[in-house]
């Protein structure tokens, strides 16, 4: 995914400031913007991983963000200098005398996150129905021959095979296959397991 | 993530990231560095030290994707280079896989259909493999160095966009049979060997999504900025 690491702030010491400190880092592009037009040009893209990192008291409130976080993943962290005020648009909030080592901890979380989201449901049980979709998967038949043999829909048995997918941790048709053998979903007395991986 | 320049130390490189080692040795670069610069060993070497850096770094941060300024070396490089690499998989890291797992079918001594079972996945993953290696070799590096020696009698309709393949199937076989392995399949044979078995197939994964994305992040664009040039 397309990533990049916003510094929203008036301050060019802070800007410049958090640009040193980032910048050897982490190997993601890193853009300063000086005010909020600046993010009207981001209106349009989607599907990235974006940070944000404002001063909160200027900039939480724009109506901007919820464009922006309807199409892309968005972690907004405030850089404040008053311990007394909560930033309820903030994901998070660092005071200005914050060790830099915790703002860079929290990026890395959000960026490394992202590699690992797609196995959120890794490790959930198959239900019956995902079983039936895996073993005719395994047998070799298209999605077409397994919405009839079921009597369900071709967009549904997708969406079976996506969910099989997330759960076991297998992505590819013969890796499903073997899984299916390991597990007994086939009966390999009568099938030689050799022909269909 | 660090980014290696031509200043720093060979040596260096090696310890920052011991996976290069092969990546290194691909360039005919020997061991035995002493002290010397990454620019300095590559003038030895007669290697294009801009070059060297593009493939190291790619490989080394997953991330980086080179400049245009060190992009200025021939695609024929990068072709002698992606070639000598299909040649250390076929000709070291398979013969070593194949050699694991069947050590490891030898040390299983009963209910070893499931290692029978893997076997057949991790066959049919070489095939496909070797099949994408092979359609790169008489199909794409042909039409790159035809692009480069002779750009006006290539065909004007092809372009390296649709020749080169998705490696995703490749990729995402490995994967499996690692899962398979580690998640599923019953503990029925030696542990050190099968150890040596996955250890050896994370590094091969890394080697060879590496090696992806060189062609993804380097080859794809250099070939393209040529055909652009002649098809305007």
């Given at each position: 995914?397309?990533?990049?690491?916003?510094?929203?702030?008036?301050?060019?010491i802070?800007?410049?400031?958090?640009?040193?400190?980032?910048?050897?880092?982490?190997?993601?592009?890193?853009?300063?913007?000086?005010?909020?037009?600046?993010?009207?040009?981001?209106?349009?893209?989607?599907?990235?991983?974006?940070?944000?990192?404002?001063?909160?008291?200027?900039?939480?409130?724009?109506?901007?963000?919820?464009?922006?976080?309807?199409?892309?993943?968005?972690?907004l962290?405030?850089?404040?200098?008053?311990?007394?005020?909560?930033?309820?648009?903030?994901?998070?909030?660092?005071?200005?005398?914050?060790?830099?080592?915790?703002?860079?901890?929290?990026?890395?979380?959000?960026?490394?996150?992202?590699?690992?989201?797609?196995?959120?449901?890794?490790?959930?049980?198959?239900?019956?129905?995902?079983?039936?979709?895996?073993?005719?998967?395994?047998?070799?038949?298209?999605n077409?021959?397994?919405?009839?043999?079921?009597?369900?829909?071709?967009?549904?048995?997708?969406?079976?095979?996506?969910?099989?997918?997330?759960?076991?941790?297998?992505?590819?048709?013969?890796?499903?296959?073997?899984?299916?053998?390991?597990?007994?979903?086939?009966?390999?007395?009568?099938?030689?397991?050799e022909?269909?991986? | 993530?660090?980014?290696?320049?031509?200043?720093?130390?060979?040596?260096?490189?090696?310890?920052?990231?011991?996976?290069?080692?092969?990546?290194?040795?691909?360039?005919?670069i020997?061991?035995?560095?002493?002290?010397?610069?990454?620019?300095?060993?590559?003038?030895?070497?007669?290697?294009?030290?801009?070059f060297?850096?593009?493939?190291?770094?790619?490989?080394?941060?997953?991330?980086?994707?080179?400049?245009?300024?060190?992009?200025?070396?021939s695609?024929?490089?990068?072709?002698?280079?992606?070639?000598?690499?299909?040649?250390?998989?076929?000709?070291?890291?398979?013969?070593?896989?194949?050699?694991?797992?069947?050590?490891?079918?030898?040390?299983?001594?009963s209910?070893?259909?499931?290692?029978?079972?893997?076997?057949?996945?991790?066959?049919?993953?070489?095939?496909?493999?070797?099949?994408?290696?092979?359609?790169?070799?008489?199909?794409?590096?042909?039409?790159?160095?035809?692009?480069?020696?002779n750009?006006?009698?290539?065909?004007?309709?092809?372009?390296?966009?649709?020749?080169?393949?998705?490696?995703?199937?490749?990729?995402?076989?490995?994967?499996?049979l690692?899962?398979?392995?580690?998640?599923?399949?019953?503990?029925?044979?030696?542990?050190?060997?099968?150890?040596?078995?996955?250890?050896?197939?994370?590094?091969f994964?890394?080697?060879?999504?590496?090696?992806?994305?060189?062609?993804?992040?380097?080859?794809?664009?250099?070939?393209?900025?040529?055909e652009?040039?002649?098809?305007?």
């Amino acid at each position: 995914m397309n990533r990049r690491i916003y510094i929203l702030h008036e301050s060019e010491i802070i800007q410049k400031g958090l640009l040193a400190i980032l910048k050897g880092k982490f190997n993601i592009e890193i853009i300063p913007f000086k005010d909020a037009d600046e993010l009207l040009s981001l209106q349009t893209v989607s599907e990235r991983r974006m940070l944000f990192i404002i001063d909160p008291d200027r900039f939480q409130h724009l109506k901007v963000w919820q464009n922006i976080k309807q199409r892309n993943t968005v972690k907004l962290i405030g850089l404040s200098n008053s311990a007394n005020q909560t930033y309820d648009s903030c994901d998070k909030v660092f005071l200005l005398n914050t060790a830099p080592g915790k703002i860079i901890n929290e990026i890395s979380g959000f960026f490394d996150n992202g590699n690992e989201s797609a196995n959120e449901h890794e490790g959930e049980e198959l239900s019956a129905r995902e079983k039936e979709v895996l073993k005719l998967v395994a047998l070799g038949h298209s999605n077409k021959i397994i919405a009839d043999k079921l009597f369900i829909s071709v967009h549904t048995v997708i969406s079976h095979r996506k969910n099989i997918t997330e759960k076991l941790g297998i992505k590819s048709i013969s890796g499903l296959t073997v899984y299916a053998i390991l597990n007994q979903l086939i009966d390999t007395d009568e099938i030689n397991p050799e022909d269909l991986i | 993530m660090k980014i290696f320049n031509k200043n720093d130390k060979m040596v260096t490189l090696v310890r920052a990231n011991y996976h290069l080692l092969p990546v290194i040795s691909r360039f005919g670069i020997r061991l035995g560095f002493k002290d010397k610069t990454i620019e300095n060993i590559c003038e030895e070497n007669k290697i294009n030290t801009d070059f060297f850096l593009a493939i190291v770094n790619t490989f080394h941060n997953e991330n980086y994707f080179p400049e245009e300024q060190f992009l200025q070396f021939s695609p024929l490089l990068l072709v002698q280079y992606l070639r000598k690499t299909h040649r250390y998989y076929i000709e070291y890291e398979l013969p070593k896989m194949d050699n694991l797992l069947g050590q490891l079918k030898k040390s299983c001594s009963s209910g070893c259909k499931e290692l029978e079972v893997i076997d057949a996945f991790y066959k049919r993953y070489k095939t496909e493999l070797l099949n994408h290696i092979n359609d790169e070799e008489t199909r794409v590096f042909p039409y790159v160095l035809e692009l480069v020696n002779n750009p006006r009698s290539v065909d004007p309709n092809f372009s390296i966009l649709e020749y080169e393949k998705e490696h995703s199937n490749v990729e995402v076989q490995i994967n499996d049979l690692k899962n398979l392995i580690i998640k599923y399949m019953d503990p029925v044979y030696d542990e050190n060997i099968c150890n040596e078995f996955l250890i050896t197939l994370f590094r091969f994964e890394i080697d060879i999504n590496d090696h992806a994305r060189i062609e993804d992040t380097i080859l794809v664009p250099l070939v393209v900025s040529i055909e652009d040039k002649y098809r305007g």
